[in-house]
């Protein structure tokens, strides 16, 4: 690859500004997400950190602001266009094809690199390209044993491990990883915290978590949001010891989902 | 059922079928041909509703304008050779559903359900009402396309039997072609929109052109079933393309089970069959079909094609005892 350096800004957000009606779920919300870096998004309940994600992935137009990917301007794109450039996104709730097996998930993903519809007599299971690339991104996502099983019938932190290897396969340098660990169990946890690590020396991810004990354990940068706002952005000790975050989030009584 | 128990069912049927001229009876020579032609229709609409997700309520549309074509190309060009007519009529039904698609598959759900009923409807009423259609009548095909090349006669459809084989054959090629593209990459995207349209979207797929593919291929297919249609009994009537005949072809579908092309087929048979055989009994037979479409998807919601999975669950679940 090319342009591997680190700290290099993959994905930039300016003053993104979301309204639905009067409600305001994000206001002016700069974010910045570099090569090699994990960086979460923490916030109580309803702190917009959702919003934000769909915002920068495409799902949700922004009401003002500017997006920017690797100093392109993308703030009007699609999702599907996003993805082509080079964003991939998991979703809060398990968002695959459970009737497809792990492989075919993953190759249909690796297949959107390469789309070519006119080719109506070939055959999807003897597209080599699409099939090894597949087995390596299903690798990487610690999903190795399960590569022919069903899809449908994976536990859920391994189906949510699955959704991992297909935003892999489709080349993307920005991963926006909505609760990758919800509703998981402590031994699925640390596996997919595993996975997680693993992930960014070439990428840079956006997580939006709630597991405290992940975040802390994962995070290079955390932004914190309240009520639609940037609160706080900095690395980990820093928010630790900041006395708003404690106020506005720690100290309520809608702190430490874990 | 196992891959090679399936082909095998799948061989004989097509045997059985192959044999049925051996009868000498000319109506139930039609009627097979009839059934093979709406399996045809059948499966052209399942690539839509069991593999796509588009439930299309107006299907008939392409099937009737393909029939129309013969008749109308027919009364204005005199007899017309089958190797022109057969492209043509694919072509014009292909050319509607693509125009048609552009708008319908903007919309999702029950708008989808009912903008492809209405756009099926207009189609109605230019055969139905204007002097391009002649009338609730309908219209002869004077001649059948002739196969002639040159000097040479492949086969002839005034042949009962030609005509039936023809017909064999074009839905064992349509069925073998459908099998094909639903193993290809495209085929895959396809069932991947069912299943899921936003995730394919997020993963980088421009989904409108995809189910505009698979719109306008299903139009040209149903509209090899309307040709057929036309050659095979000589006239057609604007009913070919009401929404009785948008209805009755879904139901073939759910029927026989959907996502399942030999689903269609077998759709399509049966509800043939039933048809016939109820309008033997009883003028009411609609009656009588109505409730055992209601029983069927009641009971058996996947459709016939579930029945052999069903029994051996049955037999398994027995032998656990």
Redesign the interface.
């Known amino acids: 690859m090319s342009q591997t350096s680190k700290n290099e800004v993959l994905l930039e957000a300016r003053k993104l500004t979301r309204r639905f009606g009067g409600l305001v779920a994000n206001q002016d919300i700069d974010v910045t997400l570099e090569r090699g870096m994990i960086h979460v998004l923490l916030g109580p309940n309803g702190a917009g950190k959702s919003t934000c994600i769909n915002m920068l992935s495409g799902d949700l137009p922004p009401s003002e602001g500017e997006i920017r990917y690797l100093g392109k301007d993308i703030t009007r794109l699609s999702a599907a266009q996003r993805s082509q450039e080079g964003i991939g996104r998991s979703y809060q709730r398990t968002n695959i094809f459970p009737q497809f097996t792990v492989l075919e998930n993953v190759r249909l993903a690796a297949q959107s690199r390469r789309q070519q519809p006119w080719r109506i007599f070939s055959k999807a299971m003897e597209q080599q390209w699409a099939l090894e690339k597949a087995r390596a991104c299903i690798e990487e996502a610690g999903l190795g044993r399960r590569v022919d099983w069903l899809s449908g019938v994976l536990s859920h932190g391994e189906q949510r491990q699955l959704e991992i290897a297909m935003v892999l396969a489709t080349d993307a340098q920005v991963l926006l990883l909505d609760e990758p660990l919800a509703g998981m169990g402590s031994e699925e946890s640390a596996s997919m915290v595993a996975v997680l690590k693993r992930l960014p020396q070439t990428r840079g991810i956006l997580l939006v978590e709630h597991d405290m004990d992940a975040v802390f354990a994962v995070a290079d940068r955390i932004t914190v949001m309240v009520n639609g706002q940037l609160l706080e952005c900095g690395p980990p000790a820093q928010i630790k010891a900041s006395v708003a975050v404690q106020q506005a989030y720690l100290g309520t009584e809608d702190s430490f989902h874990v | 059922m196992n891959v090679n128990a399936s082909l095998i069912v799948k061989l004989i049927a097509v045997a059985a079928i192959a044999c049925v001229p051996i009868s000498g009876e000319s109506f139930y020579v039609e009627l097979v041909a009839k059934m093979l032609l709406m399996a045809i229709f059948a499966m052209s609409l399942d690539l839509l509703v069991g593999f796509t997700g588009l439930v299309s309520f107006g299907h008939a549309a392409y099937f009737g304008i393909a029939a129309y074509s013969v008749a109308l190309f027919t009364a204005k060009f005199g007899q017309m050779s089958l190797w022109v007519m057969l492209p043509a009529a694919i072509l014009l039904s292909a050319a509607a559903a693509l125009v048609i698609g552009i708008f319908v598959i903007r919309t999702k759900g029950i708008y989808f359900i009912m903008v492809t009923l209405a756009f099926a409807q207009m189609a109605y009423f230019v055969f139905h009402d204007t002097p391009l259609g002649g009338g609730s009548d309908g219209v002869y095909v004077d001649a059948r396309p002739t196969a002639a090349i040159g000097s040479w006669v492949p086969f002839d459809l005034d042949n009962e039997l030609h005509m039936f084989y023809f017909v064999l054959v074009m839905m064992l090629l349509v069925y073998l072609f459908l099998h ?2 639903l ?7 396809l ?2 929109i069912k ?2 349209e ?2 394919m ?7 409108f ?2 189910k505009l ?1 698979a719109f306008t291929l299903a139009g040209a297919l149903g509209g090899v079933a309307g040709f057929l249609y036309a050659v095979l009994f000589g006239f057609v009537t604007p009913e070919l393309l009401s929404w009785h005949e948008s209805g009755n072809v879904l139901l073939m579908v759910i029927l026989g089970g959907m996502g399942n092309l030999a689903g269609a087929v077998l759709g399509a048979f049966a509800f043939e069959a039933m048809r016939e055989f109820f309008a033997d009994i009883t003028k009411y037979w609609q009656l009588l079909m109505g409730g055992v479409i209601v029983a069927l998807v009641l009971f058996l919601p996947g459709g016939l094609t579930a029945i052999p999975g069903r029994i051996k669950r049955a037999l398994q679940g027995g032998g656990a005892k």
């Open positions: 094909r593209v193993q290809s990459p495209f085929g895959r995207v069932m991947g299943s899921n936003h995730r979207q997020s993963l980088g797929y421009f989904t052109g995809y593919a």
